[in-house]
């Protein structure tokens, strides 16, 4: 098992900027890709980053690509997700994830409560 907890979201206006945390625990999470998802009202779940937790690779969206940066801090067992010039089409509640995937929802096993971002214009 992997317990994953989710922090940092909050209201902001476009522009500005979060930073969103993700802490893990449990057996083996570091063998694990940590990926961040976002799902907006009315809308499917969607990829947004992800991180090797053991190399430290990582990929993005294209909506997100220049704006937000993901990292890890393996001292912390904590992922972050560093989003800067936010806009409002970036309102969506956060997910952290844990699973051998790569972009798709589905391959990622284990799954935080999620944190809520709110842009406004």
């Known amino acids: 098992q992997v317990q994953l907890v989710e922090s940092g979201g909050g209201l902001v206006q476009a522009g500005g900027s979060l930073r969103l945390s993700c802490a893990a625990s449990g057996r083996a999470f570091s063998s694990y890709r940590m990926g961040w998802f976002r799902q907006a009202p009315g809308k499917e779940r969607e990829f947004v980053a992800r991180?090797?937790?053991?190399?430290?690779?990582?990929y993005y969206a294209d909506s997100v690509k220049g704006r937000f940066t993901i990292s890890r801090d393996n001292a912390k067992n904590t992922v972050y997700l560093q989003m800067n010039s936010l806009e409002p089409e970036d309102t969506a509640i956060y997910y952290c994830?844990?699973?051998?995937?790569?972009?798709?929802?589905?391959?990622?096993?284990?799954w935080g409560q999620g944190t809520q971002v709110t842009v406004s214009s």
């Open positions: 994830a844990a699973g051998q995937g790569l972009a798709i929802p589905r391959e990622f096993v284990y």
């Open positions: 991180i090797n937790w053991s190399s430290g690779s990582t």
